[in-house]
């Protein structure tokens, strides 16, 4: 990690503090970094904490490759209660005695919603219906439906079952989980339809992201640690982090960055975005094996 008072090209790996938009935090980190130049990879809701991933300057060109990296999170799901929006933040919509509900039948559910599955998204959430965000229709009354989409959670796991009861006097099961997904995954999707499954409803209380593909919380620092030092990844880093690495020798680099499509070695074919670097480590591009040639999707050097 690099820290400077310039701003450098690179990723800063935040841990978002909960009540933030993904929005907030990017207008925070304009004004630490001191430039327009920043975006992010893949919104957090505003109850979630953890790990949220930033590129600043020109490393804003990688973050759409980022977003579609695998995610890891820690949550907890709460069972007997469900709410408009299938996390805390909404008001609760129905209740159910969940104290008779066997851990059994919880991995039994949580089975159903592991591996490739079709997912309902949130209806309060970003996702896009005829160009118009799904939480603002939800917001205005309207009767709308979200179609289903394939998404993948490699894993989920319940650490803690605990008994408990609801400030509405609703006997209650908290479950701590831990979910790997792809991106794209909804976590309250997932309690709301364990909830559903299980038919005592369910919604999310709390979640904590603690990996976007291979950035960890350890490696994040909260606002106030970046207020006080900007901690910037530089994009080199970042690239050989996240994407297989081709080094090329002077005459390709040459070759790359003046647009020519260099053929590329099989190993590459079907790996996605691949990074290139010249002889001297410097990040040249993003490309992708199309047809055997490098197809450029992002160039840097």
């Known amino acids: 990690m690099s820290r400077q008072h310039s701003t450098p090209d690179g990723l800063v790996i935040v841990d978002k503090p909960s009540g933030f938009t993904s929005h907030d935090v990017v207008a925070k980190m304009r004004g630490i970094a001191r430039t327009r130049r920043v975006g992010h990879a893949g919104t957090l809701d505003p109850m979630a904490t953890g790990v949220l991933v930033l590129g600043v300057e020109k490393a804003t060109k990688l973050l759409g490759h980022l977003a579609l990296t695998e995610k890891e999170y820690l949550g907890t799901i709460r069972l007997g209660q469900t709410t408009v929006t299938d996390d805390a933040e909404g ?107 299980l038919g005592v409803g369910g919604h999310l209380t709390a979640l904590r992201r603690t990996r976007v593909g291979p950035y960890k919380l350890d490696s994040a620092s909260t606002l106030d640690q970046l207020q006080q030092e900007l901690t910037v990844m530089p994009i080199a880093e970042a690239a050989a982090a996240a994407f297989p690495r081709w080094d090329v020798d002077a005459k390709r680099a040459r070759l790359l960055t003046n647009g020519v499509r260099l053929e590329m070695p099989d190993e ?13 480590g410097r990040f040249l591009a993003l490309v992708e094996a199309l047809k055997g040639k490098a197809k450029s999707l992002a160039v840097f050097g």
Do not use: N
């Open 91 to 197: 008001e609760i919509t129905s209740a159910a005695d969940a104290s008779g509900v066997t851990r059994d039948a919880v991995d039994a559910g949580i089975a159903k919603l592991t591996g490739d599955i079709l997912q309902v998204p949130s209806k309060v959430s970003a996702i896009k219906i005829d160009g118009v965000r799904s939480y603002k229709r939800a917001r205005e009354g309207e009767d709308f439906e979200i179609p289903a989409r394939p998404v993948t959670v490699s894993s989920f796991t319940v650490y803690d079952v605990r008994h408990a009861v609801a400030e509405d006097g609703t006997p209650v099961l908290d479950l701590v989980v831990s979910v790997v997904c792809s991106s794209g995954t909804y976590i309250r999707a997932l309690a709301r339809d364990l909830g559903a499954g």
């Open 268 to 280: 590459y074919a079907g790996a996605g975005p691949v990074a290139v670097f010249d002889p001297e």
